[in-house]
């Protein structure tokens, strides 16, 4: 066997062993901050963790969301008048009904 594949071979087994060492100190850090995350009773909030769930998309010039123009009585579901129309309102139309009667306050 060449040195260049013994030298290969050893930086890889060099390699394994540095990543089974790493995860068995991961392993002690998660415990550690899942324990202090308890005692302490924070939230993901508290560490600035914040969901995107149930952010408002911004406009192009930041005054945030356009409000709905639309309702589907049947589901709550609303619609901007932005973009592709949705199945709800297009099925309403196809089927005879006025996107009119489907104004929000209209």
Same mark, same amino acid.
């Given at each position: ?5 013994? +030298?290969?071979?050893? =930086?890889? $087994?060099?390699?394994?062993?540095? $990543?089974? /060492?790493? &995860? ?7 415990? &550690? ?5 308890? &005692? #302490? &009773? *924070?939230? =993901?909030?508290? *560490?600035?963790? #914040?969901?995107? =769930? ?7 010039? !930041?005054? !945030?969301?356009?409000?709905?123009? +639309? *309702?589907?009585?049947?589901? !709550?579901?609303? /619609? ?7 199945? /709800? *309102?297009?099925? =309403?139309?196809?089927? !005879?009904?006025?996107?009119? #009667? +489907?104004?929000?306050?209209?």
């Amino acid at each position: 066997m060449t040195r260049y594949k013994e +030298y290969m071979q050893q =930086a890889a $087994e060099s390699q394994r062993e540095t $990543e089974d /060492w790493r &995860q068995r100190e991961l392993a002690a850090v998660i415990t &550690q901050i899942k324990g202090l995350i308890t &005692q #302490h &009773q *924070l939230s =993901a909030g508290d *560490l600035g963790f #914040h969901s995107r =769930a149930g952010t408002a998309v911004k406009t192009r010039d !930041g005054r !945030g969301p356009f409000p709905p123009r +639309y *309702l589907d009585p049947v589901s !709550g579901s609303t /619609w901007n008048g932005r973009g592709r129309e949705p199945r /709800w *309102l297009d099925a =309403a139309i196809k089927s !005879g009904h006025s996107a009119r #009667h +489907y104004l929000i306050g209209g």
